[in-house]
C-alpha cells in the first residue's frame, strides 16, 4: 500500500468554556448560584457586587434595581415582553459608597435568638432540682447518654450493666431504680423502652377521674394491634364496651405522643428564593423575575480603566480575569432569561392551575415547551429543576407544572396531578365509618369521564401518604 495525503472536512461540536459555564449556571440553584457568585467575588478583583445602599442613580422603573450604566463599556440585558420590569446587567462605573459610622448604635449589637436546650440539657438540669444523693444522681445521668432521639432507652439494662466498670459497683437493680425516677422526671414517656410503655406512662400521667382513661390504658397494654388495624369490632367484643366508650378511650390515646423526644429537635426551617414571581395582569398571567434571587454584579470599573492604561505583559493575568468576570455577567443574565422564557410558557399552559387550583391541572410534557421556545428539551430539564415559582397559590418548583395525563371518555386528557386532587378530595369528603376503597375511587372517577385502573388510584393514593381504607376507618 502507497501511503498518501488526504484532506478531509467534518463538523464537530465543541463545548467552549463560556458554555460549559452557562450549562453549569443554568443548572444550578438559587442558593448554588449565590455561593458561586460568592466565590468568584473573592477570587476575581474585577468582579464587584452592586451595594442596594450605594449612592448611585437608578434606571428604569421603581421595580429597577441596577445603577445607571455611565460611561460604561458593556450593554444592558435585552428586555423580555414577559417582564413589566428587568434589573440591568453589565459594567458600570465604580463609585464609593458612604459607610455608616462605627459608632452608630444601630450598627454596634445585633440581637442573639436564644438557643433551647436539647434533650439532654433538659433532663440534667430537671435532675439537679431533684433532691437525690450524687450517686443516684450519676446513675440516672448515665441513663439519659443512653437515650435515642426519640427518649427511648432501646439498650436493655443487661446490656448496660455491662458496659460500666467493676469499681463502680453498679448492679440491675440499681439501673431500674434509676430508670423509674428517670421516668418521673419531666415529660411522661421519656425513658420507655418500647412504645407500649410509652403511651403507657402518658395516660398513668393523666388523672384517674378523666373519662376514657382505664380502657385506654387497657388498650395500649393488651390490644394495641387491634387499635392500630382499626378492628374496632374485636375491640369491643374483647373490652366489652359500646361505640362512645371505645371512642372516648381512643380519643385519649391519639393524643399522646409517641415520640417525646421530638418537642426537644431543633430543626432548621429550609427557605425557598422563589426565582419567579407569577400575578394576575390585566386578566392575563404574567411571570416576572424576583429580584432577590438574582445576584447584582458589575465590573470593577477602577480597576479596568488601570487594565486599559497599563496594556503592558504583566497585566495578561488581570486581561483574563477581565474576559472570565465578563462571561460570568452575560451568562448570569442568560440564565434569568431562560428562566422567565420558560415561567413564562408554563403560566400560558397552566393559566387554569392558577385560576381553579390542583383539579384544574392539564397534562404538560418537557417536549411542550421545548417545542414553543425552540429549546433543547435538556434544557428544559435543568431551568424546571430547583426553581420555584411563587403565585398566589403558594410556592412550587417548575417541575410540579409537568405531569403525564390519561384518557377521558370526551377524548381528552387530564393530568396525574388533577387525578390526585380529584382522589384527595374524595378522601377528604368520605364517610369515615365507611371509607372509600381504591376500587371505589376508581369507579367514581370513571363515572366522571376518568379512565384509572384500581391500580393507579393505590399508587396516587401511596404517593399523598393517604392511608388505605381498612386504616382510615373509624367509629
Excluded at 386528557?413 to 365509618?433: F, G, H, N
Amino acid at each position: 500500500m502507497k501511503p498518501a495525503l488526504q484532506l478531509r472536512q467534518s463538523q464537530q461540536l465543541l463545548l467552549t468554556p463560556q458554555l460549559q459555564q452557562a450549562i453549569k449556571l443554568l443548572q444550578l440553584s438559587t442558593l448554588e448560584i449565590n455561593q458561586e457568585a460568592s466565590r468568584l467575588l473573592d477570587e476575581n478583583p474585577l468582579l464587584e457586587r452592586i451595594d442596594d445602599n450605594a449612592n448611585q442613580t437608578y434606571s428604569g422603573s421603581s421595580d429597577a434595581q441596577a445603577p445607571a450604566q455611565e460611561n460604561s463599556e458593556s450593554a444592558s440585558a435585552s428586555e423580555s415582553p414577559a417582564q413589566d420590569s428587568q434589573p440591568e446587567w453589565g459594567e458600570a462605573n465604580f463609585s464609593h459608597s458612604g459607610n455608616a459610622s462605627p459608632d452608630d448604635e444601630d450598627d454596634g449589637y445585633q440581637e442573639v435568638a436564644s438557643e433551647r436546650p436539647n434533650l439532654r440539657e433538659h433532663l440534667l438540669w430537671q435532675l439537679n432540682m431533684c433532691l437525690l444523693d450524687a450517686r443516684d444522681k450519676k446513675i440516672i445521668s448515665l441513663l439519659i447518654d443512653a437515650l435515642d432521639e426519640n427518649a427511648y432507652l432501646s439498650q436493655p439494662l443487661e446490656e448496660i450493666v455491662e458496659i460500666f466498670p467493676a469499681e463502680l459497683d453498679i448492679t440491675l437493680d440499681d439501673l431500674e431504680t434509676a430508670l423509674v425516677q428517670l421516668q418521673h422526671l419531666d415529660a411522661p414517656g421519656i425513658g420507655a423502652r418500647d412504645l407500649r410503655e410509652c403511651l403507657s406512662l402518658q395516660l398513668q400521667a393523666i388523672p384517674e377521674d378523666v373519662p376514657g382513661r382505664d380502657m385506654a390504658l387497657r388498650i395500649v397494654g393488651e390490644h394495641l394491634d387491634l387499635l392500630a388495624a382499626r378492628d374496632f369490632s374485636r375491640l369491643k367484643r374483647v373490652l366489652r364496651c359500646d361505640d362512645d366508650a371505645l371512642r372516648t378511650a381512643q380519643d385519649l390515646i391519639v393524643h399522646l405522643q409517641p415520640k417525646p423526644g421530638m418537642a426537644f429537635e431543633h430543626r432548621a426551617a429550609d427557605y425557598v428564593v422563589p426565582d419567579v414571581l407569577v400575578e394576575k395582569v390585566g386578566g392575563i398571567w404574567k411571570a416576572r423575575l424576583n429580584p432577590e434571587a438574582m445576584p447584582r454584579l458589575r465590573i470593577n470599573q477602577v480597576y479596568a480603566n488601570i487594565l486599559q492604561q497599563r496594556g503592558d505583559a504583566g497585566a495578561q493575568g488581570m486581561a483574563i480575569q477581565l474576559q472570565e468576570a465578563r462571561w460570568f455577567i452575560k451568562n448570569l443574565q442568560q440564565r434569568f432569561e431562560t428562566i422567565l422564557r420558560v415561567a413564562q410558557a408554563i403560566a400560558q399552559r397552566q393559566r387554569q392551575f392558577f385560576e381553579h387550583g390542583d383539579i384544574a391541572m392539564r397534562p404538560l410534557v418537557l417536549r411542550e415547551i421545548a417545542e414553543q421556545l425552540e429549546l433543547h428539551e435538556s434544557t428544559i430539564s435543568r431551568v424546571t429543576t430547583q426553581k420555584f415559582m411563587l403565585t398566589p397559590r403558594g410556592i412550587y418548583e417548575f417541575k410540579y407544572f409537568f405531569g403525564s395525563g390519561l384518557a377521558t371518555d370526551a377524548g381528552g386528557a387530564c393530568s396525574s396531578t388533577a387525578i390526585r386532587a380529584l382522589i384527595k378530595q374524595m378522601v377528604s369528603e368520605e364517610d369515615t365509618r365507611q371509607p372509600l376503597s381504591d376500587s371505589r375511587m376508581s369507579e367514581i372517577l370513571a363515572q366522571q369521564g376518568i379512565i384509572v385502573a384500581r391500580r393507579t388510584v393505590a399508587k396516587y393514593r401511596e404517593s399523598m401518604n393517604i392511608l388505605p381504607v381498612n386504616l382510615r376507618k373509624s367509629l
